[in-house]
């Protein structure tokens, strides 16, 4: 059956540290894959895509990686402040235009 | 401001009734979804809409009705047959592929609870 895992459910980091989410799938073969923030109580908000042909995709502090031989994706904040606490969810689109969504990782930047 | 809107916010219903949650976007998007939140659990796709009058099942779409008669509107019922409908509902809309790929929008979701 078709699987994303999210490397864990709550990820605490001392700030100014960079903190390393991952995002794992299989049975999927997708054409894009995108990272969403979502704070608590309200929608997700759009991050980061990236393509299956791309391996690194960067926005500012944010890093982005995808490894379609591994079937993961590596999601970096650099210099983390505590204001990037938040869920941090990572979906999948496959050609049908419609995005399946892991289960998020909830980070905590620790001041 | 351009953006997507759910409301109520909150919203209680007795068990047994129908209720409808409202989303308006007016970012002149062609596709709109409806996901359904659990915590501990991801996004979930209950009914999406590529086009006005016109709209696909999801994964849990038993005990849902949806309809897309405006581009702009694409209000979610949760009817009685749904078993457990207490959740966070979030509605979303994208350009539906256009350009390549399918970053969509959020609105701030709706908070329905069951009692």
């Known amino acids: 059956s078709q699987k994303i895992e999210q490397n864990s459910e709550a990820l605490n980091i001392q700030e100014g540290k960079t903190a390393t989410l991952t995002c794992n799938y299989t049975n999927y073969s997708p054409a894009y894959l995108q990272w969403y923030r979502q704070d608590p109580g309200r929608g997700p908000v759009f991050l980061l895509l990236?393509?299956?042909?791309?391996k690194e995709k960067r926005k500012e502090r944010l890093k982005v990686t995808f490894d379609t031989t591994l079937k993961q994706s590596l999601f970096h904040i650099t210099a983390s402040q505590p204001a990037d606490s938040a869920t941090y969810l990572c979906?999948?689109?496959?050609?049908?235009?419609?995005?399946?969504f892991g289960t998020g990782t909830r980070l905590t930047v620790i001041p | 401001d351009g953006g997507i809107t759910q409301s109520p916010k909150y919203l209680f219903r007795k068990e047994g009734q129908n209720v409808t949650l409202s989303c308006e976007q007016n970012?002149?998007?062609?596709?709109m979804y409806w996901y359904r939140q659990d915590p501990g659990q991801g996004l979930r796709l209950i009914y999406y809409?590529?086009?006005?009058?016109?709209?696909q099942k999801g994964d849990i779409a038993e005990g849902y009705s949806v309809s897309r008669e405006k581009k702009e509107s694409f209000p979610l019922t949760v009817t009685s047959a749904q078993k457990n409908p207490t959740a966070f509902y979030l509605c979303?809309?994208?350009?539906?592929?256009?350009?390549?790929?399918?970053?969509?929008?959020f609105g701030p979701g709706t908070r329905l609870t069951v009692l």
């Open positions: 970012l002149n998007h062609d596709a």
């Open positions: 809409s590529q086009i006005v009058n016109d709209f």
């Open positions: 990236i393509r299956e042909n791309e």
């Open positions: 979906a999948l689109e496959t050609g049908a235009n419609n995005l399946f």
């Open positions: 979303a809309s994208s350009n539906g592929g256009a350009g390549g790929h399918n970053e969509q929008f």
